[in-house]
């Protein structure tokens, strides 16, 4: 059961980067945990925390750096791992977690909380499984009570194997399989892998303990990535073979996925093992009930969703790290065309031309292009641009624009249109408009869901022609604004 009395103390919470301890971070501000976020590079983490939290320095694989970041917590969660390093990750693996517990006594933590990985160690596991479950043996070696996770494949909106999902079934209509895809695994959804992280804080338990956690499916790649095309609305071949070797199998992800093939191959030799729940102490011991794998894809993508819609596209990208190249941005499955221009008129002002787009007044670039693509669209059975806009001054989320319709609507900040044309997948035109130091700032933000690879080959055939009307149309949006 979970202790709600009481508070846990100080928390420690590495990995805050990551994407498991990004989203924790997120949970535990939320409940107002005192919370530390320890990282090599704290500048990383400049502007992501809340008020109440604090980063400080610290490096695994320097026990001295470990000890003041420690001093006073009483829960550290260690989410952590060198998966992504060349050379020998377990080395490094054993340095780190040895480090981490003796610096850990040293502080007086009460409580560390460790997530790894599902498998039986009695099997010949990967290297990358063996290392996950001995950094969980070396961590609860000490005197510092460990309550270790163990779990399987990961379903979530940016997880490594949702992304391999993912990008397999999105560019593959047919897959020639090696054997690995048909191995057994029981996925868990990131959020109940949050809530058994959280529920571990106040945990009722004077010893070290590990659970196996685990949604309610037994279930193989293949089955995940037919799943994950049926939410999608596709149709996917997937042909067993008894080729491709585990390096052969990482560097084709290479070429199919963003997973790069050093990650990829490690990767695949764990999935060659059966990660499966043998002993389900953790239903008992928490309140929870873990989702199954098709609800867990379902609620990634509906995530995703939210996400794109939350986004502030200038934070992003702004931002350091990934840069917009050919075909836009990469947001999950979306790809995003997004640009600026500053005008010398108040917010108010800039949005007027824009709050009397479509109908009678047109795109203000390139009206005979709209004109073509309202054609095409009714030839193929959609709505075309005839159906203009209800007022030509006013709009009210659920209007009807053309052959878009508004999905938001902010008078003088904000409106956002999703398409009704017929389009491989879900298209959305956004324009914001924000204070600047003289004048405002009109961000325009085309964003795409591309259904599979028609809707990969349609973006990225029609990016030129798009990137040149939609150019066309915020310089125009802005000349019309300074006119008043």
């Known amino acids: 059961m979970i202790l709600k009395a009481g508070g846990p103390g100080p928390i420690l919470l590495t990995g805050a980067t990551g994407y498991v301890g990004g989203r924790l971070k997120r949970i535990l501000e939320e409940r107002g945990y005192e919370l530390r976020c320890m990282s090599r590079r704290p500048e990383s983490l400049e502007g992501r925390l809340a008020p109440s939290s604090k980063v400080v320095y610290g490096d695994v694989l320097d026990r001295d750096s470990l000890l003041s970041a420690l001093e006073g917590v009483e829960t550290a969660f260690y989410l952590i791992h060198s998966m992504g390093s060349g050379g020998e990750f377990e080395e490094q693996d054993r340095i780190a977690a040895t480090n981490f517990r003796k610096a850990a006594e040293l502080a007086g933590v009460r409580r560390i909380i460790y997530l790894g990985g599902l498998g039986d160690p009695e099997e010949d596991l990967s290297r990358h499984l063996r290392s996950r479950q001995e950094t969980g043996r070396i961590l609860a070696a000490g005197t510092v009570q460990v309550i270790e996770f ?3 494949i990961i379903l979530g909106s940016g997880s490594l194997s949702f992304e391999l999902v993912r990008n397999l079934v999105e560019r593959l209509p047919v897959m020639l399989c090696p054997v690995w895809v048909r191995t057994v ?3 868990i959804g990131i959020e109940d892998v949050l809530a058994y992280l959280e529920g571990a804080i106040e945990l009722q338990s004077a010893t070290s303990r590990v659970f196996e956690i685990g949604g309610p499916d037994q279930v193989s790649y293949a089955e995940i990535m037919q799943e994950y095309a049926r939410r ?3 149709r996917r071949w997937l042909i067993p073979v008894p080729l491709l070797s585990p ?7 290479g070429l199919v996925t963003p997973i790069y093939a050093r990650v990829g191959r490690k990767l695949v030799h764990s999935l060659r093992h059966p990660t499966v729940v043998r002993d389900d102490s953790a239903r008992t011991a928490f309140p929870i009930e873990p989702r199954g794998a098709g609800d867990a894809i379902e609620r990634a993508l509906f995530n995703e969703d939210l996400e794109l819609a939350e986004t502030r596209w200038s934070d992003a990208l702004s931002a350091g790290g990934e840069r917009p190249g050919w075909g ?17 008129v108040a917010p108010a002002v800039a949005f007027r031309p824009i709050q009397r787009i479509g109908g009678t007044v047109g795109w203000y670039h390139a009206d005979w292009l709209w004109r073509i693509r309202g054609f095409l669209d009714l030839l193929m059975g959609g709505v075309g641009v005839r159906r203009g806009r209800a007022d030509p001054e006013e709009l009210r989320v659920g209007d009807v624009l053309d052959f878009w319709r508004v999905e938001e609507f902010e008078a003088g900040r ?7 044309m017929k389009v491989p997948g879900r298209a959305w035109l956004e324009f914001e408009v924000e204070d600047h130091e003289v004048g405002s700032t009109i961000r325009q933000t085309a964003s795409f869901d591309p259904l599979g690879l028609a809707g990969l080959a349609y973006w990225y055939a029609l990016f030129p022609l798009h990137r040149h009307v939609f150019k066309g149309m915020l310089d125009a949006i802005a000349a019309e604004a300074r006119l008043g």
């Open 150 to 152: 163990r779990a399987s």
């Open 185 to 187: 695994a029981q996925p």
């Open 232 to 234: 999608r609305g596709l």
């Open 247 to 253: 390096r052969l199998s990482s560097l084709w992800l």
């Open 328 to 344: 836009g941005l990469r947001f999950g499955s979306r790809l995003i065309d997004s640009r600026t221009i500053h005008v010398d």
């Open 414 to 420: 904000r409106l956002r249109l999703r398409a009704e």
